[in-house]
């Protein structure tokens, strides 16, 4: 039945393989027997991952119908193992527009929102992108590989009492949906003290409920119900088929990528390629993370965005090496606009200007780094931190000289999160959050661009504290407000 159904799909859909194969038809086609890096070249395996990738949003759509015909009022939500590391096609997962079916995206997952390594990790990631995308994303927040156990474990894979208020948090800053699904589940044996313990959810514990009460009470104080728009005008692409056909390669350097510009306090956005010719226009700069797949349509777009002024960074070697079905090209499609070929051994940064706009090209040297943590569905040897992630300090500085100016700079001692959102296309929101385990009070100076923010006064919303006005100083052309005693979250509050 699946062979036949696939051979009807090459009929409508792929009618070209005939001559590139020298086949008289697909009556006799066969389904490949297995899909892999090893055959992802393969024009029947590319087909045929199209074919399952297409047939599994439609029964998303056919469900997605049924369930609104019984329910009107309900949302349709799934949860496609986002950001675990395993090649998402394989799993018949079209990452955009997966997301594109759903009302709320659960992100199970272990991306729990703190720091490590020196970086901060956290579901960040889900959040940003399913918002670009115009769906928003739930936390799963298991912390453990053993996240789905609730039984004899040294420590519970949900939430501590004292960890919620980052877990409820997170998803308010960057435009994800603050939710609780891990606390429905029987309560861990370490927090049992008699059997008719076992039979209570986890959030009925005295210690759960009481923590998150008191952060949904703060987030409910919040002026940021309502839809939200990002601000940012660095948008880092999410490239459809680099994500199906060289998963490891791409997957990485997103991760990579995204993971710095929050350890910088650099807000973002996500640019979904299926999206690049109506949404570049939003953006100053483009990040291409090791985009080594681009049609012809994609690269002329990405020309057109630079020629009227805007900027890209292209990260990795070998960009538009190959083309949207992995098919080899003598160079780089766009050698002309970046003004590297694949052939030049660079080290450091390569900028070309190409009519009004401007490219920087970092390609990276010496080997990969290690492997990404929290990836846990991912396969040994893969979900490596790309070369060029060793030199932090020169992409963001290349970052800044793309850009000219930032829309916003974070002084402060610790590394903390930022957002910047448009609310209800009624207030600007400028979001702080810290992912530290245990933050200290800090003072913090937060300075914004005219561009984006002309105001010179905004309401300080943070936990335990009454709102209060905030003036700025203005220096150079920028605004600058300083916050005192910061720790978990702050929100600065602009009204249009």
Same mark, same amino acid.
Not at 345 to 353: M, R, S
Not at 408 to 428: P, T, Y
């Given at each position: ?79 496609? &193992? ?35 390594? =020196? ?37 519970? =894979? ?14 308010? +800053? ?29 959030? %009925? ?84 993370? %090791? ?48 003004? +590297? ?36 569905? &991912?396969?040994? =040897? ?34 903390? =999160? ?34 984006? +923010? ?40 602009? %009204?249009?």
């Amino acid at each position: 039945m699946c062979r036949t159904a696939f051979a009807e799909y090459l009929k409508i859909h792929r009618r070209d393989l005939l001559e590139k194969l020298y086949l008289q038809d697909f009556e006799h086609i066969e389904i490949p027997f297995e899909l892999n890096l090893g055959t992802m070249a393969d024009p029947i395996a590319q087909a045929f991952i199209e074919f399952n990738l297409k047939r599994n949003v439609e029964l998303h759509l056919e469900f997605k119908e049924y369930l609104e015909a019984l329910s009107p009022d309900g949302l349709f939500a799934s949860n496609p &193992a986002l950001y675990r590391g395993r090649n998402y096609a394989l799993r018949g997962v079209d990452f955009y527009r997966i997301l594109a079916v759903n009302d709320l995206i659960y992100l199970e997952d272990k991306f729990f929102p703190e720091e490590k390594s =020196g970086q901060i990790s956290g579901n960040f990631h889900g959040f940003i992108a399913g918002n670009a995308a115009g769906v928003p994303a739930i936390p799963g927040s298991w912390k453990h590989a053993e996240f789905d156990a609730t039984r004899i474990q040294p420590e519970p =894979g949900m939430p501590l009492p004292q960890e919620i208020e980052r877990v409820l948090l997170e998803p308010v +800053v960057f435009g994800g949906a603050t939710g609780a699904v891990w606390a429905v589940r029987n309560t861990p044996d370490r927090f049992c003290s008699v059997a008719e313990d076992k039979l209570k959810m986890y959030f %009925e514990q005295p210690s759960v409920y009481s923590n998150m009460k008191k952060t949904l009470d703060y987030i409910r104080t919040l002026p940021l119900f309502g839809e939200y728009h990002n601000l940012a005008n660095i948008a880092v692409l999410y490239h459809r088929n680099s994500l199906i056909f060289d998963f490891a390669s791409h997957q990485s350097a997103l991760h990579g990528i995204e993971e710095l510009f929050m350890s910088s306090g650099i807000p973002y956005s996500c640019l979904f390629s299926e999206t690049l010719a109506s949404d570049s226009s939003k953006y100053r700069l483009i990040i291409l993370p %090791e985009v080594r797949l681009l049609s012809d349509l994609e690269a002329d777009l990405l020309r057109k965005f630079v020629a009227g002024g805007g900027r890209i960074l292209i990260l990795g070697v070998n960009c538009g090496l190959f083309d949207e079905y992995r098919q080899a090209r003598l160079d780089s499609v766009l050698y002309n606009l970046s003004g +590297v070929s694949c052939y030049d051994n660079i080290d450091g940064v390569v900028f070309n200007h190409y009519e009004k706009g401007q490219v920087g090209t970092i390609a990276g040297s010496g080997l990969p780094g290690a492997p990404f943590i929290n990836m846990m569905s &991912a396969e040994p =040897g893969t979900m490596i931190s790309p070369s060029w992630l060793s030199r932090p300090e020169m992409i963001i500085e290349t970052v800044d000289k793309l850009l000219g100016e930032r829309q916003l700079k974070v002084d402060c001692a610790n590394k903390i =999160g930022v957002s910047i959102a448009k609310i209800e296309n009624k207030r600007i929101a400028v979001q702080l959050f810290s992912y530290a385990s245990n933050p200290e009070p800090q003072d913090v100076k937060v300075t914004l661009s005219t561009t984006v +923010v002309s105001g010179k006064q905004c309401i300080v919303y943070m936990p335990d504290s009454k709102p209060y006005v905030l003036d700025c100083l203005t220096e150079s052309g920028v605004n600058i407000f300083k916050i005192n005693n910061f720790i978990r979250h702050a929100a600065l509050i602009f %009204e249009e």
